[in-house]
């Protein structure tokens, strides 16, 4: 009986471990970015993003002791951006280029036990009528009965995108039981579409994992674990200001080569952007939605911007 008793608490114990430590080497996501998310009736300037995404943890127990874990990703993304509506046919009126952005990214991605992170990304892709943005938000209206479009003849011309892009994150302080943290977050890119740098401070609290371990920083994939996790499931609250600097955008500029483009507008160097979400992660699911607002990007009579964005995040094995 005592015999049983034992093996019994030891079974117990084995499923608790496992339901810990249990972790999916690969990820599928998908995120959505309009500012029709905020319900404001607003169809401008960075009005719609697509970007699916697969990652990919290697095998941990391999890795250095000082490295925690190890991912690669490849991204399939696009951005649309009008003037102040969708319909502007005259050029002279359009406060912002019409434009789009194509690339395919490939991204590697290391987190350190003490919790800093580096990625290093490369994007090939293209702006003007080969990225499809035209052709996507044509589509995109059609099929939600929205109003036509009009004005993408003025867009801005094709040109062959590479862009190189670092970023580096610490986490700085996490109190209250874990419930409460605080982390630095810096990035620097570097290319013919865009060119610039920013740093900001990310605050989080709610039910909080690791940093190398969160939903927040793409890291719930593992293969072979070396630390668990806080929690099983995150669930938080989180904000995060940020000071960029902008030094090219070929969105807002044109051609960084030549000035083909039939409208183009200088560009804010010095841009303040709050991001405010929450997120819920299992170790097989996350749902994330954030609002994002920027200050004037561009030097016209452009206004400051806002944007919902709506991420969902699958993660399997096999």
Do not use: C
Not at 47 to 66: E, Y
């Amino acid at each position: 009986m005592k015999y049983t008793g034992y093996s019994f608490l030891l079974f117990l114990l084995l499923l608790s471990t496992l339901a810990n430590a249990q972790t999916y080497k690969n990820e599928l996501g998908l995120r959505s970015d309009n500012d029709s998310y905020l319900g404001q009736g607003s169809d401008r300037y960075y009005t719609n993003g697509l970007f699916f995404n697969f990652r990919h943890a290697l095998d941990q127990q391999k890795l250095p002791q000082n490295l925690e874990k190890k991912t690669y990703e490849i991204s399939l993304g696009q951005k649309m951006f009008n003037p102040y509506s969708g319909y502007a046919p005259d050029p002279a009126t359009q406060d912002r280029p019409f434009a789009g952005y194509l690339y395919v990214e490939g991204a590697m991605n290391w987190f350190y036990s003490n919790e800093s992170i580096i990625k290093a990304s490369a994007q090939i892709g293209t702006t003007g009528k080969n990225s499809l943005g035209e052709a996507g938000q044509k589509l995109l209206h059609r099929a939600i009965g929205f109003y036509d479009i009009e004005g993408w003849d003025y867009q801005i011309k094709n040109e062959l995108a590479l862009n190189l892009s670092g970023q580096y994150s610490k986490l700085l302080t996490r109190i209250a039981d874990n419930a409460v943290e605080f982390s630095f977050e810096g990035y620097a890119n570097l290319g013919t579409t865009l060119t610039g740098a920013g740093a900001g401070l990310l605050f989080r609290t709610g039910s909080l994992n690791q940093l190398f371990n969160s939903a927040y920083t793409n890291s719930v994939i593992g293969n072979h674990a070396k630390t668990k996790a806080l929690v099983k499931r995150e669930i938080f609250f989180y904000a995060k200001p940020q000071l960029n600097f902008v030094g090219y955008d070929a969105t807002i500029q044109g051609s960084l080569f030549n000035n083909n483009s039939p409208v183009t507008f200088g560009r804010e160097p010095l841009v303040f952007a709050q991001q405010l979400g929450v997120d819920y992660s299992s170790q097989r699911f996350t749902f994330d939605f954030s609002v994002l607002f920027k200050t004037r990007e561009i030097k016209s009579t452009a206004r400051a911007h806002q944007w919902g964005s709506i991420g969902l995040y699958y993660r399997f094995d096999k």
